[in-house]
């Protein structure tokens, strides 16, 4: 078993979470007890329909919502102590957002070396990694451009750049794609992977879209709405590297068919 | 004709017939010369200002005033703006303050001013940054606040400290609404200057105007109109810069 999560080292580990968000009559459960642990350079989904907290747990897990119980680790430290993040927990933690969240008072270049800046790196060293990591993702030619003068999907690329500056050990994606047209979707997805895979890092990815959910991970987690919970773990059992043909393929359709049979069962 | 050859012909027309009608009406409706003279004998009443050395020195002072009162309001402005969006218990402490400020036309503190401050350049300096203040402040409120939770989100997972946050973050973000907010101050500065003059002292383009009226010297008083004018339009297309300068990407400057 590849992803034995007791023989291996885990690099981020979930246990007995729980979160509520207000309380007394209106108090609303947005994940209920949920366990999972992730060992290095796994790449897995957390998919679910609206409402089932899977945004809510990788915000927790990233150090930006308290948990109500439980306990999130990366590489066996704690994020949360009571509900102060711990900043050295969260260090080797990076996260890419629904929105490519780009400052318009940076160039891209500026956009994409900005934690390395705020890491105290030297302009000139900062510039150069940023530089490299822009090729990587197909931005050579943006460097100096705002990113206002940028397209959607080559905003969420320079925005995946940022986030894979500061060489993360954990990369937390909360539907960074959501927004593109299904081409760029496609094209993107394709070279997620590839950077995922080179890079050698932890990914975790928030997505309702089952197709793309199979297509990148090892495995996916399946949740519920009301009470949010997780309902399944299914392992991706396709070879590395992956190509945008094995969507054709039989085994991934069926794939597929056992992810929606276990999303609508937890419905 | 071509739209760019109408656009430069155009308000030299409209401009030249005003000039036009103005001197006809002056001499057809034999209008004394005390109230309004001709446009001929204003140009060159200011013709013979700017060449001395008092012109000058006056409107050195009031510049001085506006300027110094515009730096402190957006000084205070920018402050007190970034620290009631951080910390809101100021804010609802201060809000009676404010409201109540607002509510005062700044302009009848000016005697008060002189009271306290005496007939120096100090009392017009504060009249000044009193009636630039509001614009700025509320300006810089507004900017501080409206920081998306989005955005601090990054700055959070980038472990930024608070100096990191706001010279990256905050203050950008805030730039374009509180330079706007500064376009408007610097006029408004202008006009504490003025008023402070015409009030108490020997100095500065409105104690001028106001000398030329009891001389009855009234193409003179439309000289320091005009100079006052000019320099306003010096500080206000200034700040414009400073606008485009430090945010060039804000939809307002109309530059991608």
Excluded at chain 2, 182 to 193: F, N, S, W
Excluded at chain 2, 250 to 256: E, I, L, M
Aim: proline share 6%; net charge neutral; with cysteine.
């Amino acid at each position: 078993m590849p992803f034995d999560s007791n023989a291996m080292e885990k690099e981020v580990s979930v246990s007995g979470l729980t979160k509520i968000f207000g309380d007394g009559d209106t108090a609303v459960t947005a994940i209920a007890n949920a366990d999972l642990a992730l060992v290095p350079g796994e790449f897995v989904s957390l998919l679910g329909p609206s409402g089932c907290g899977k945004t809510t747990l990788l915000r927790i897990i990233a150090g930006l919502e308290a948990p109500t119980e439980g306990a999130v680790e990366v590489r066996g430290q704690s994020i949360w102590n009571g509900k102060t993040r711990s900043t050295a927990a969260t260090r080797p933690v990076s996260m890419m957002f629904q929105e490519p969240r780009l400052f318009p008072w940076f160039s891209v270049l500026d956009n994409v070396a900005l934690p390395l800046r705020v890491a105290r790196v030297d302009a000139k060293t900062r510039r150069e990694r940023a530089a490299r990591i822009c090729e990587t993702v197909g931005l050579k030619d943006f460097l100096h451009h705002r990113p206002t003068a940028l397209s959607g999907g080559m905003r969420q690329r320079a925005s995946l750049a940022r986030a894979l500056v500061t060489d993360p050990q954990v990369l937390l994606l909360d539907e960074p794609f959501g927004a593109l047209d299904a081409m760029t979707r496609d094209s993107l997805n394709l070279e997620l992977m590839q950077v995922c895979a080179r890079a050698k890092v932890t990914t975790m990815l928030v997505t309702h879209s089952i197709s793309e959910a199979a297509f990148l991970s090892d495995r996916v987690v399946v949740l519920a709405p009301r009470p949010a919970r997780i309902t399944d773990i299914i392992e991706m059992p396709f070879d590395r590297p992956r190509d945008l043909d094995l969507q054709q393929s039989t085994q991934f359709q069926s794939m597929v068919g056992r992810l929606r049979r276990a999303l609508s069962e937890g419905a | 004709m071509h739209k760019n050859t109408l656009r430069t012909i155009l308000p030299i027309i409209s401009v030249t017939s005003f000039l036009a009608l103005w001197t006809i009406y002056v001499h057809t409706a034999e209008v004394s010369a005390f109230v309004l003279p001709p446009p001929d004998a204003i140009v060159v009443a200011l013709f013979e200002m700017v060449q001395t050395r008092e012109l000058w020195d006056h409107a050195l002072v009031t510049v001085i005033e506006a300027v110094s009162g515009f730096l402190i309001a957006v000084t205070l402005g920018v402050s007190l703006g970034f620290i009631m969006a951080r910390v809101p218990p100021v804010e609802w402490a201060a809000k009676p303050f404010i409201v109540l400020m607002q509510l005062i036309p700044k302009i009848a503190l000016a005697p008060l001013f002189i009271l306290w401050f005496g007939f120096g350049l100090e009392s017009k300096i504060f009249i000044a940054a009193a009636l630039a203040f509001f614009p700025v402040f509320s300006n810089a409120l507004q900017a501080f606040k409206s920081i998306e939770p989005g955005d601090k989100d990054v700055f959070t997972m980038l472990q930024a400290n608070p100096v990191q946050r706001f010279f990256l973050l905050d203050l950008p973000n805030a730039l374009p609404v509180v330079l706007t907010g500064a376009e408007v101050a610097v006029v408004l500065a202008m006009i504490g200057a003025i008023v402070g003059e015409f009030i108490g002292g020997n100095e500065g383009l409105g104690y001028l105007a106001v000398a030329h009226l009891q001389n009855l010297a009234v193409p003179e008083l439309f000289g320091v109109i005009v100079i006052l004018a000019m320099v306003g339009l010096v500080l206000y297309t200034l700040i414009g810069r400073l606008r485009t300068w430090f945010s060039p990407w804000h939809v307002s400057t109309g530059v991608a």
